[in-house]
């Protein structure tokens, strides 16, 4: 009996999708660089399973139905092209190879057109989830060689995870690199919503009015209403856990943030494509401050805090922060999705934003009923140029702005740092602006550096230098976009 699809590595993603894939009635052939891990893994995990085990990459490929589809989950980088280069070799016309890890998507964009070359076909996915979405259910961001998908649409769709609804949770991005790309678009909003969470929790923390257990009361009530989602359940369940001492477990972890690049790449692809990233560009940053531990414990005493001001309405103070919250997530997703659409304008790429703000509702960490409101706002508009520019979330922006603006300038008054939220509401007060101060800016731009500025009261496209100082020449400099 041939295998229905071949998997190297058997690491922690690795194993559970394993197990995912053969719960749902396939085959899989397994392969591990480190052999002994293959036969733990049948012997233990995987006992008694529709599982062939293969202690060499051409036993592997040998037991594998045609067309051969063989999954990658293998740290990114090096590594995947290491074993591309090795099992080439031992494909033929037309077999599949996928990548599962987070790659970064210009890496996919040259694997798919290297691996083409070939006379194969390549498919770089973007798994989220973590260990419990790979066992159970990911949502699942597959790009790449579009003649691939209907061989692997069955097993993807039957291991992806189940929206309310019962839809799945993946389907086809794109060509090339557009899989990887939204997994990563999707980690950077990660990034901002965790940020946003962090930073409600620490406005209430900081005035002192309320326990942990309240803490994990309150999120645990915003869990029940349009906040709904996988981030904010955890967070109440995260504030009532408690150590062995019977002290909140939260307050016995350092607080010094970890990262695994993707929220960087999302950052760095922005200012590639002039996309105002700011929100989760701030989260991004955050995490680099929050890392700063011995240098924050220093300078801590060199410089006197804020008077606190108590808090004259607890219940007031903790529906602003709500509505602060989902003003600046609905912030997040608009500048999230507003980095796909450019992106698919530079690598022409079809995207439907409808349909990942879809996968996005089950398996994956940013989960949320939310994204039903994004899918409705696509359906209705599918080029709608931003978010907030839809009828639902203008509404939610004007009606939650002044308990917004209200937040901002508690935080502020208090010395309590909201990067995050402070950078949605400079942005949503910059994109609702029919004027900014720009014209200042070009102005000065053209006085040292003969950078050229456009008129009001001429058409577009025309381009002007002005001899500021008299000394200057008439020459100007060309124009370009960095």
Known sequence: MKADIGLIGLAVMGENLVLNIES???????????????????????????????????????????????????????????????????????????????????????????????????????????????????????????????HVKDIFHSIAARASDGTPCVTWIGDNGAGH???????????????????????????????????????????KGELDSYLIQITGEILRFKDTDGQPMVTKILDSAGQKGTGK????????????????????????????????????????????????????????????????????????????????????????YGEIAMIWRGGCIIRSAFLNKIYEAYKREPSLPNLVTDGYFTGILKENSESWRRVIAHAVTAGIPVPAMSAALAWFDSYRSAWLPANLLQAQRDYFGAHTYQRTDKPGGEFFHTNWTGRGGDTASSTYNA
């Open 24 to 150: 749902r009635g396939y085959t899989v052939a397994v392969y591990n660089r480190t052999t002994e891990k293959v036969t733990g893994f049948v012997n233990g995990r995987g006992k008694g399973k529709k599982l062939i085990p293969a202690y060499s990459l051409e036993e592997l490929i040998s037991n594998l139905s045609r067309p051969r589809k063989v999954m990658l989950m293998v740290k990114a980088g090096k590594p995947v092209d290491d074993f591309i280069e090795m099992i080439i070799p031992l494909l033929d016309e037309g077999d599949i190879i996928i990548e599962g890890g987070n790659s970064h998507f210009p890496d996919t964009i040259r694997r798919t057109a290297y691996v083409e070359s070939k006379g194969l076909l390549y498919i770089g996915t973007g798994v989220s989830g973590g260990e419990e979405g790979a066992l159970l259910g990911p949502s699942m961001m597959p790009g790449g060689s579009k003649e691939a998908w209907p």
């Open 181 to 223: 790309f939204v997994k990563m678009a999707h980690n950077g909003i990660e990034y901002g919503d965790m940020q946003l969470i962090c930073e409600a929790y620490h406005l209430m923390l900081s005035s002192g009015a309320f326990t942990y257990d309240e803490m994990a009361d309150i999120f645990d009530e915003w869990n």
């Open 265 to 352: 790449w999302t950052v760095v692809s922005a200012l590639d494509h002039g996309v105002p990233l700011s929100l989760i560009g701030e989260s991004v940053f955050a995490r680099f401050i929050s890392s700063m531990k011995n240098e924050r414990v220093k300078a801590s005493p060199l410089f006197n805090a804020p008077s606190q001001t108590r808090l004259s309405d607890k219940k007031q103070f903790v529906d602003d922060i709500r509505k602060a919250l989902y003003a600046s997530k609905i912030v997040s997703y608009a500048q999230g999705f507003n980095l796909l659409r450019n992106a698919a304008a530079e690598y022409n790429w079809d995207l439907n």
